[in-house]
């Protein structure tokens, strides 16, 4: 261990202050910029800013239940074979094994906070994740973390 890897355990107390990362955590994930606002064994959540044209592609949660509280901005949305939108004030429900994409088709940012439940790997994955360019790489990895992504063009309109 380098002593830069995500130890999760109990969810210690304290603020993680606006615009920062607990542990100073912040990756940078295929143009998205993840900043880490909790982490323990049982959840761990994220805010995500999301510029114009950027997204995630369908994919699968097998162990995790997934969040989104959308802060800024609208999410295009694959749920489980239909899309939709959600803005501000929203909350997405993704229960685990339900196949899930979003993504910002608007011409502004956006911005969710995210989290999962159980914490599961999704934290070392962003690790490894943090400016890697290669979307074939960060498939390869997310399968070795829990995350399952659907085959290009399994989804019409992803």
Do not use: C
Not at 14 to 22: F, K, P, Q, S, V
Not at 71 to 98: H, I, K, S
Not at 117 to 143: C, I
């Amino acid at each position: 261990m380098t002593g830069d890897e995500i130890v999760l355990g109990p969810l210690p107390k304290g603020i993680t202050l606006a615009r920062e990362g607990m542990r100073k955590k912040v990756w940078n994930v295929l143009g998205h910029t993840y900043t880490m606002k909790a982490a323990s064994d049982s959840s761990f959540a994220f805010e995500t800013y999301d510029p114009p044209g950027t997204g995630v592609p369908p994919h699968v949660h097998p162990l995790q239940d997934e969040h989104i509280y959308v802060v800024e901005g609208v999410f295009t949305l694959y749920l489980d074979g239909e899309w939709t939108t959600a803005g501000p004030g929203d909350t997405v429900r993704m229960p685990r094994n339900l196949p899930h994409a979003y993504y910002n088709r608007s011409d502004a940012p956006t911005r969710g906070l995210f989290w999962v439940s159980p914490a599961g790997r999704l934290a070392a994955l962003f690790d490894q994740l943090h400016d890697l360019t290669d979307p074939e790489e960060v498939v390869r990895r997310s399968a070795l973390h829990d995350v399952d992504f659907l085959p290009p063009g399994s989804v019409e309109g992803a």
